[in-house]
């Protein structure tokens, strides 16, 4: 059973930072993406960044220069470093992972809400 656990939300003022983490367990097959999206309330989930196995990391523009991904591969994980938060980060953050076992299939975490005041 895929489960894949986030942790790191809260709240903070805008201008401060916070460390995302979601680490995936019983995943046996190919990991061919993994990534992180937020969903606004009233809005569509949209990417944040994302990374293909080997690839170079894709970021959202908003979030250029303020958002750093990065994953250990080792132990299934990956992280998002916020800093210079604004109050439209606000949202439910989510990490997805996509495996391949003749096609694709995309795991998602529960979510955790990050809030930025002003």
């Known amino acids: 059973q895929v489960q894949l656990v986030e942790s790191g939300g809260g709240l903070v003022q805008a201008g401060g930072s916070l460390r995302l983490s979601c680490a995936a367990s019983?995943?046996?097959?190919?990991?061919?993406?993994m990534g992180w999206y937020r969903q606004a309330p009233g809005k569509q989930r949209e990417l944040v960044a994302a990374a293909t196995s080997g690839s170079r990391t894709n970021y959202a523009d908003s979030v250029k220069g303020r958002f750093t991904f990065s994953r250990d591969i080792a132990k299934n994980t990956v992280y998002l470093q916020m800093n210079n938060l604004k109050p439209e980060d606000t949202a439910v953050y989510y990490c997805?992972?996509?495996?391949?076992?003749?096609?694709?299939?995309?795991?998602w975490g529960q979510g955790t809400q990050v809030t930025v005041s002003s």
């Open positions: 019983g995943i046996t097959q190919s990991i061919t993406a």
């Open positions: 997805k992972f996509t495996v391949h076992y003749f096609k694709d299939y995309d795991y």
